[in-house]
């Protein structure tokens, strides 16, 4: 059965709505290799990571600046009429070559960042660090401490709503639907989670570093064993080496 027209008008606009987005897609990929061509900066997330310049290591002895591509496109008369086709073409090429270097820098910070994260995993003291920062934020954010509530906080904010919401349920079950046992539940389990909430999040900062005097505590001999595996020497001699 052949298609009518409509479906064929249909399909043609189909397509050229396709052409056009298409069109667009590389019309914008192109400015963007010119921008990045006339512009030739890179993006660095120099704040994110570690950037000590360290002379008694190889790897740290310059900063993370220093280790970039070197490319170089020659753009010498380039403003002539019969060398305008070449000077898009190298223009293009610079832009593949600052894409190749952007690629290059944030591959160089991610390594960089990874390392230093297994460094500190390593002296098992990356999360206890902040574990006392962990604790105060979720009291701030609840508005619960040690000492008591705050004026501010989630718990504070939503505890009245949160009983009225209870109180229409209770009514509506025991009054309403006469299941009183169940009016029970429902209050006796909004107490229980209310007060080991607010307890844990009360003293969150001594529980978190328990948690992680445990964690230490049970991968202190899988560090020690990854130690002699990666180290044969003695750890004695290998620390006066390593400082």
């Known amino acids: 059965m052949k298609p009518s027209i409509v479906n064929r008008i249909k399909s043609n606009w189909t397509l050229k709505r396709l052409g056009k987005v298409a069109m667009t897609v590389a019309f914008t990929l192109v400015i963007?290799?010119?921008?990045l061509a006339m512009l030739g900066t890179v993006v660095q997330a120099a704040g994110l990571v570690d950037d000590t310049v360290n002379v008694a290591n190889e790897y740290s002895r310059y900063p993370l600046e220093n280790y970039q591509l070197d490319f170089?496109?020659?753009?010498?008369?380039?403003?002539?009429p019969w060398n305008w086709s070449d000077g898009i073409g190298k223009q293009v090429m610079y832009g593949l070559y600052a894409i190749t270097n952007f690629i290059w820098t944030i591959s160089l910070y991610v390594s960089n960042a990874t390392?230093?994260?297994?460094?500190?995993?390593?002296?098992?003291?990356?999360?206890?660090?902040t574990a006392d920062s962990i604790?105060?934020?979720?009291?701030?954010?609840?508005?619960?401490?040690?000492?008591?509530?705050?004026?501010?906080?989630?718990?504070?904010?939503?505890l009245l709503l949160l009983i009225l919401v209870l109180g229409v349920y209770v009514a509506y079950t025991g009054l309403i639907k006469r299941e009183t046992t169940k009016a029970i539940h429902a209050i006796m389990n909004f107490v229980l989670v209310f007060i080991l909430s607010a307890s844990f999040i009360a003293y969150a900062p001594d529980y978190i570093k328990k948690s992680m005097t445990f964690h230490q505590t049970s991968v202190m001999p899988v560090y020690h064993l990854a130690r002699r595996l990666s180290c044969p020497i003695p750890i004695v001699k290998a620390r006066t080496a390593w400082t």
């Open 32 to 35: 963007a290799i010119f921008l």
């Open 72 to 80: 170089y496109v020659d753009n010498s008369w380039g403003w002539l």
């Open 115 to 129: 390392g230093y994260l297994v460094q500190e995993a390593y002296s098992l003291d990356f999360i206890s660090a």
């Open 135 to 158: 604790g105060k934020n979720m009291q701030t954010l609840a508005g619960v401490s040690a000492n008591g509530f705050s004026t501010e906080g989630f718990y504070v904010g939503f």
